[in-house]
C-alpha cells in the first residue's frame, strides 16, 4: 500500500488498473440503469424500450439509451429524477445554468461522501496533505463549488477555511496571516486576486506561502493558468465538472498538467458530435457525456454536458490509469457564428493573454451594422502599461487585431481600456455580450 492509500484508503480507486476500472464500470452500470428506472421521468421515457438493466454492462448497450438534455431535467423539476424517498436526500444544490429556469440536483449522504471522496483524491494526487492550509475562495450555497471543495479539504485533514467569494483585501490578509498553501479560485478572480495583490505591495514570494491552487468552474486558456501561477508564485491545476454530476471534481488535472483525469469508477464519459450525436473516437474533439456511475438520489444517464473537449486515451506520465479529457474548449451553446465563421471566446483569450502588456479583463461585444456582425473586443491593458503614449498603443491595438484576424479569419475591432474600466462579477466571468438582431 502506498503511503497516500494506508493514510486515506478510499485513494486505491485512483490506482485501479485499466482492467479493474473497466470491470468497476461493468459492475455499476446496470445498477445505475436500475436506479434510474425508479425515477418517475426515465421510468416514463424508457417504458417503451424494455430496457432490461442486466443487459446494460457496456457503453455500447447503454447506447440503446436515449440522450438526458438540460431541457430534460427542467421538465422533470422538482421530483422526477428522484430515485429514493425524500427522507434519505440530505442536500440539495440548486442550478440556473446559462439560460434561465434552475433544476434541483439532490444527494444521499453516500452520495456526498463520494463525492468528497472524488475530489480529495484529484487533491492528493498533486500533494495537497493535512498539514496544507486551505483557503476556498468559491462562492458557498447553491453554487457547487465552496462545498464541493470544502469537504474533500477536511477528508484531507487540511486547515480548511471557508472565505467565499469576493472581499479580496480580507482575502490578502488571511493568506498572509495564516500561511493559506492551497487556493480553490475562479480562474478570472485568480487573476485581479494577483492584481490586488501587487496594488497592495504584497509580493507572493516573499509575503506569501502558496503552493497550490485549484482553479475551475470557467473556461480558461493554458495562458491564463501560465499568467496565474507565475503572478501568485504556485502551481494551478484545472478542475471540471457540473452541478448535475455533484460539482468540481468530475476530471482534475494531476502533476503532468496535460489533461483532467476522469474518476472513471463514478462517471461513464462518451464524446459525441453535437449536431448528430453520433460518437466520436478518443482524440476527436466533440460533446461530453456523462452517466453517473454510484449516484443514488438522481442517478442520470447519458446527460449532455455541452461542454466541448476529448478524450486522451494514452496512459499519463503520473500513473493513473484513469484517463483524461483536454481542459475544456467551450460550451455548444457559448459558440458564436460570426459572419458564418464558428468562434469560441476561449480561441480569443488564449490570443490576449499572450501579450503581456494586456492585463485579465475582457470583453466581446457583438453588434449588427449594416445587416453584418460586427465583433469589439475590448480589452484592459495592464496597470504596469501606461496609458498617455498614444502610438504605442496604437502599435499594440494593431498587433491584437492581426492576431485575432488570422485566428478567426475575420478582422474584429479592438478597443484598448484603461485598467479597471470593464465591470466584474463576484461569479463567473461574463465574457461574452450578444446584441445582434434576429
Ligand atoms: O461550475 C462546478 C465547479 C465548481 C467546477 C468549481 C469546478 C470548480 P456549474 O455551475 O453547474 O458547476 O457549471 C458547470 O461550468 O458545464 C462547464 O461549462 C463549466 N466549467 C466547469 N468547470 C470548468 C473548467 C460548476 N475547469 C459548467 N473549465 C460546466 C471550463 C468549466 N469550464
Not at 497516500?4 to 476500472?21: C, G, H, K, N, V
Not at 496535460?258 to 474533439?285: K, V
Not at 438522481?298 to 490509469?321: F, H, N, V
Request: proline share 5%; with cysteine.
Amino acid at each position: 500500500m502506498s503511503g497516500i492509500t494506508s493514510q486515506y484508503p478510499f485513494y486505491q480507486a485512483d490506482q485501479l488498473t485499466r482492467d479493474e476500472i473497466a470491470s468497476v464500470q461493468t459492475e455499476r452500470l446496470p445498477q445505475a440503469v436500475a436506479r434510474a428506472l425508479k425515477t418517475p421521468w426515465y421510468a416514463e421515457r424508457l417504458a417503451s424500450l424494455n430496457v432490461v438493466p442486466d443487459r446494460i454492462t457496456s457503453l455500447e448497450a447503454l447506447r440503446e439509451i436515449p440522450f438526458t438534455t438540460k431541457e430534460d431535467l427542467r421538465s422533470g423539476m422538482p421530483f422526477g429524477f428522484l430515485a429514493v424517498p425524500l427522507d434519505q436526500v440530505v442536500r440539495m444544490h440548486y442550478s440556473s445554468g446559462t439560460t434561465g429556469i434552475a433544476t434541483a440536483i439532490y444527494h444521499t449522504a453516500d452520495d456526498l461522501q463520494h463525492w468528497a471522496e472524488c475530489v480529495a483524491r484529484g487533491m492528493l494526487r498533486v500533494g495537497v496533505t493535512c498539514e496544507d492550509v486551505f483557503q476556498n475562495m468559491m462562492g458557498y450555497g447553491l453554487f457547487t463549488g465552496g462545498l464541493g471543495l470544502h469537504y474533500p479539504a477536511e477528508l484531507i485533514g487540511c486547515l480548511t477555511i471557508p472565505a467565499g467569494a469576493g472581499n479580496t483585501s480580507r482575502q490578502i490578509e488571511i493568506m498572509k496571516t495564516f500561511g493559506t498553501t492551497v487556493l480553490h479560485i475562479l480562474p478570472s478572480y485568480g487573476l485581479r486576486l494577483a492584481h490586488s495583490c501587487r496594488e497592495a505591495g504584497v509580493v507572493p514570494q516573499r509575503d506569501l506561502s502558496l503552493r497550490f491552487a485549484f482553479v475551475g468552474a470557467e473556461p480558461h486558456s493554458p495562458q491564463t493558468r501560465a499568467r496565474l501561477e507565475n503572478a501568485l508564485a504556485l502551481k494551478a491545476y484545472n478542475v471540471y465538472g457540473l452541478s448535475e454530476m455533484c460539482g468540481p471534481g468530475v476530471a482534475m488535472e494531476c502533476t503532468a498538467q496535460e489533461g483532467l483525469h476522469l474518476r472513471e469508477d463514478h462517471y461513464l464519459a462518451e464524446i459525441i458530435d453535437p449536431d448528430s450525436g453520433e460518437p466520436l473516437a478518443d482524440g476527436e474533439e466533440g460533446e461530453l457525456v456523462l452517466t453517473t456511475l454510484s449516484r443514488e438520489a438522481m442517478p442520470l444517464l447519458r446527460y449532455r454536458t455541452r461542454d466541448i473537449t476529448c478524450i486522451l486515451a494514452e496512459s499519463c506520465p503520473c500513473g493513473s490509469q484513469h484517463r483524461r479529457i483536454s481542459p475544456i474548449l467551450g460550451r455548444t451553446d457559448d459558440m458564436l457564428i460570426v459572419r458564418g465563421t464558428n468562434v469560441y471566446p476561449m480561441q480569443i483569450e488564449r490570443i490576449l493573454m499572450e501579450i503581456p502588456e494586456i492585463g485579465s479583463n475582457y470583453l466581446i461585444t457583438l453588434e449588427t451594422v449594416d445587416e453584418m456582425d460586427e465583433m469589439t473586443v475590448s480589452v484592459e491593458l495592464s496597470s504596469e502599461q501606461g496609458y498617455d503614449d498614444s502610438r504605442r498603443l496604437e502599435a499594440i491595438r494593431r498587433q491584437i487585431a492581426h492576431d485575432l484576424a488570422q485566428e478567426l479569419l475575420f478582422r474584429p475591432n479592438v478597443k484598448l481600456l484603461e485598467p479597471h474600466s470593464l465591470p466584474t462579477t463576484e461569479g463567473k466571468a461574463v465574457r461574452v455580450v450578444d446584441n445582434r438582431i434576429g
